[in-house]
Protein backbone atom coordinates (compact mmCIF):
# COMPACT_ATOMS: atom_id res chain seq x y z
CA UNK A 1 0.00 0.00 0.00
CA UNK A 2 1.53 3.33 -1.49
CA UNK A 3 -1.40 5.37 -0.16
CA UNK A 4 -2.15 5.60 3.98
CA UNK A 5 -5.45 7.48 5.07
CA UNK A 6 -6.53 7.72 8.33
CA UNK A 7 -10.14 6.42 9.11
CA UNK A 8 -12.46 4.81 12.11
CA UNK A 9 -15.11 2.43 11.87
CA UNK A 10 -18.08 4.07 13.81
CA UNK A 11 -22.34 2.86 13.60
CA UNK A 12 -23.82 4.98 10.73
CA UNK A 13 -25.80 8.53 11.50
CA UNK A 14 -28.19 10.19 9.95
CA UNK A 15 -26.05 12.55 8.38
CA UNK A 16 -24.47 9.63 6.22
CA UNK A 17 -27.54 8.51 4.61
CA UNK A 18 -27.19 10.69 1.62
CA UNK A 19 -23.55 9.14 1.01
CA UNK A 20 -24.67 5.46 1.65
CA UNK A 21 -26.71 6.04 -1.14
CA UNK A 22 -24.02 7.51 -3.21
CA UNK A 23 -22.16 4.31 -2.27
CA UNK A 24 -25.17 1.95 -2.61
CA UNK A 25 -25.47 3.66 -6.49
CA UNK A 26 -21.74 1.52 -6.70
CA UNK A 27 -22.89 -1.55 -5.85
CA UNK A 28 -25.92 -1.00 -7.91
CA UNK A 29 -24.20 -0.55 -11.26
CA UNK A 30 -21.72 -3.54 -10.58
CA UNK A 31 -24.49 -5.62 -10.58
CA UNK A 32 -26.48 -4.24 -13.61
CA UNK A 33 -23.14 -4.48 -14.99
CA UNK A 34 -22.79 -8.08 -14.02
CA UNK A 35 -25.88 -9.67 -14.39
CA UNK A 36 -28.24 -7.23 -16.09
CA UNK A 37 -30.71 -9.59 -17.32
CA UNK A 38 -31.27 -9.33 -13.95
CA UNK A 39 -30.31 -6.19 -12.29
CA UNK A 40 -31.72 -2.45 -13.23
CA UNK A 41 -30.44 0.27 -12.40
CA UNK A 42 -32.74 0.90 -9.09
CA UNK A 43 -31.42 1.89 -5.90
CA UNK A 44 -31.74 -0.66 -3.37
CA UNK A 45 -32.79 1.23 -0.10
CA UNK A 46 -33.65 5.25 0.00
CA UNK A 47 -32.53 7.61 1.89
CA UNK A 48 -35.70 6.96 4.43
CA UNK A 49 -34.64 3.48 4.55
CA UNK A 50 -31.18 3.47 5.24
CA UNK A 51 -32.56 6.23 8.44
CA UNK A 52 -35.25 4.07 9.87
CA UNK A 53 -32.00 0.70 9.70
CA UNK A 54 -29.85 3.10 11.83
CA UNK A 55 -33.01 3.14 14.56
CA UNK A 56 -33.07 -0.69 14.74
CA UNK A 57 -30.82 -2.87 16.77
CA UNK A 58 -31.52 -6.13 14.88
CA UNK A 59 -29.88 -3.57 11.20
CA UNK A 60 -26.70 -2.34 12.27
CA UNK A 61 -25.12 -0.11 9.73
CA UNK A 62 -20.81 0.73 10.80
CA UNK A 63 -18.83 3.05 8.05
CA UNK A 64 -15.53 3.98 7.22
CA UNK A 65 -15.28 7.77 8.55
CA UNK A 66 -12.11 9.44 7.27
CA UNK A 67 -12.96 12.65 8.90
CA UNK A 68 -13.88 14.87 5.99
CA UNK A 69 -15.82 11.36 3.61
CA UNK A 70 -17.80 8.11 4.49
CA UNK A 71 -15.36 5.99 2.57
CA UNK A 72 -17.24 2.61 2.90
CA UNK A 73 -19.85 0.59 4.64
CA UNK A 74 -21.08 -2.40 6.25
CA UNK A 75 -25.18 -3.12 6.64
CA UNK A 76 -25.53 -6.20 8.95
CA UNK A 77 -29.26 -7.96 9.75
CA UNK A 78 -28.96 -9.90 12.90
CA UNK A 79 -31.19 -12.91 12.25
CA UNK A 80 -32.17 -16.68 13.99
CA UNK A 81 -33.32 -19.00 11.63
CA UNK A 82 -37.17 -20.13 11.85
CA UNK A 83 -36.83 -23.77 10.57
CA UNK A 84 -37.70 -27.01 12.32
CA UNK A 85 -34.55 -28.96 10.93
CA UNK A 86 -31.78 -26.08 12.36
CA UNK A 87 -30.66 -25.47 15.25
CA UNK A 88 -31.81 -21.83 17.12
CA UNK A 89 -28.50 -19.80 16.71
CA UNK A 90 -27.58 -16.58 16.17
CA UNK A 91 -26.28 -15.43 12.42
CA UNK A 92 -24.89 -11.95 11.59
CA UNK A 93 -25.59 -11.25 7.78
CA UNK A 94 -23.36 -8.91 5.38
CA UNK A 95 -26.51 -7.52 3.93
CA UNK A 96 -24.14 -5.08 1.91
CA UNK A 97 -20.31 -4.32 2.30
CA UNK A 98 -18.83 -1.37 0.12
CA UNK A 99 -15.59 0.72 0.06
CA UNK A 100 -15.66 3.31 -2.38
CA UNK A 101 -13.23 3.00 -5.58
CA UNK A 102 -10.74 5.50 -4.20
CA UNK A 103 -10.71 3.93 -1.04
CA UNK A 104 -9.98 0.30 -2.20
CA UNK A 105 -6.70 -1.74 -1.15
CA UNK A 106 -6.35 0.58 2.40
CA UNK A 107 -7.87 -2.22 4.68
CA UNK A 108 -10.86 -0.47 4.86
CA UNK A 109 -12.96 -3.50 3.61
CA UNK A 110 -10.68 -5.56 5.85
CA UNK A 111 -11.82 -3.10 8.93
CA UNK A 112 -15.53 -3.49 8.41
CA UNK A 113 -15.09 -6.92 8.06
CA UNK A 114 -13.01 -6.65 11.42
CA UNK A 115 -15.65 -4.54 12.77
CA UNK A 116 -18.56 -7.36 12.20
CA UNK A 117 -16.42 -10.21 13.68
CA UNK A 118 -16.29 -8.09 16.91
CA UNK A 119 -19.97 -7.53 16.69
CA UNK A 120 -20.17 -11.07 16.64
CA UNK A 121 -17.96 -11.70 19.17
CA UNK A 122 -20.07 -9.00 21.75
CA UNK A 123 -23.43 -11.16 20.72
CA UNK A 124 -22.16 -14.71 20.76
CA UNK A 125 -23.22 -15.10 17.31
CA UNK A 126 -22.40 -18.51 15.95
CA UNK A 127 -21.39 -17.26 12.64
CA UNK A 128 -21.03 -14.41 9.28
CA UNK A 129 -22.72 -14.96 6.06
CA UNK A 130 -23.08 -13.03 3.11
CA UNK A 131 -24.61 -13.72 -0.38
CA UNK A 132 -22.03 -12.49 -3.38
CA UNK A 133 -22.74 -12.94 -7.15
CA UNK A 134 -20.67 -15.73 -9.09
CA UNK A 135 -19.57 -13.01 -11.53
CA UNK A 136 -18.16 -10.52 -9.17
CA UNK A 137 -14.62 -12.36 -8.63
CA UNK A 138 -12.88 -9.69 -6.96
CA UNK A 139 -15.17 -9.76 -4.18
CA UNK A 140 -15.24 -13.60 -3.83
CA UNK A 141 -11.35 -13.57 -3.35
CA UNK A 142 -11.34 -10.65 -0.89
CA UNK A 143 -14.19 -12.49 1.32
CA UNK A 144 -11.72 -15.89 1.36
CA UNK A 145 -8.94 -13.95 1.88
CA UNK A 146 -10.53 -12.81 5.66
CA UNK A 147 -11.73 -16.31 5.76
CA UNK A 148 -14.91 -16.81 4.73
CA UNK A 149 -15.83 -20.30 2.79
CA UNK A 150 -18.64 -21.28 0.90
CA UNK A 151 -21.41 -22.50 2.96
CA UNK A 152 -24.34 -23.32 0.32
CA UNK A 153 -24.05 -22.74 -3.29
CA UNK A 154 -27.16 -21.66 -5.25
CA UNK A 155 -27.24 -22.65 -8.80
CA UNK A 156 -29.84 -21.51 -11.93
CA UNK A 157 -30.87 -22.60 -14.88
CA UNK A 158 -32.15 -19.75 -16.86
CA UNK A 159 -34.96 -20.56 -18.57
CA UNK A 160 -37.16 -18.05 -19.84
CA UNK A 161 -36.49 -15.26 -22.22
CA UNK A 162 -34.05 -12.65 -21.79
CA UNK A 163 -35.14 -9.66 -19.52
CA UNK A 164 -35.14 -5.84 -21.72
Keep these: MDKKISYIIRPAEPRDSARLRELLEQI ?9 DIFQP ?11 MMGDAEKPIFVADTGEDV ?12 NPVMRDYLNIYIDDLCVDDKYRRLGIGKALFGRVKQLAAE ?19 FYRSLG ?7 MELITGKEQN
Design 42 to 52: AGKYTEDDIIA
Design 148 to 154: MQPERIY
Design 123 to 141: LGAYNIDLNVWAFNEPAIA
Design 28 to 36: CLLHVEGRP
Design 71 to 82: AGYVFCQLKRPH
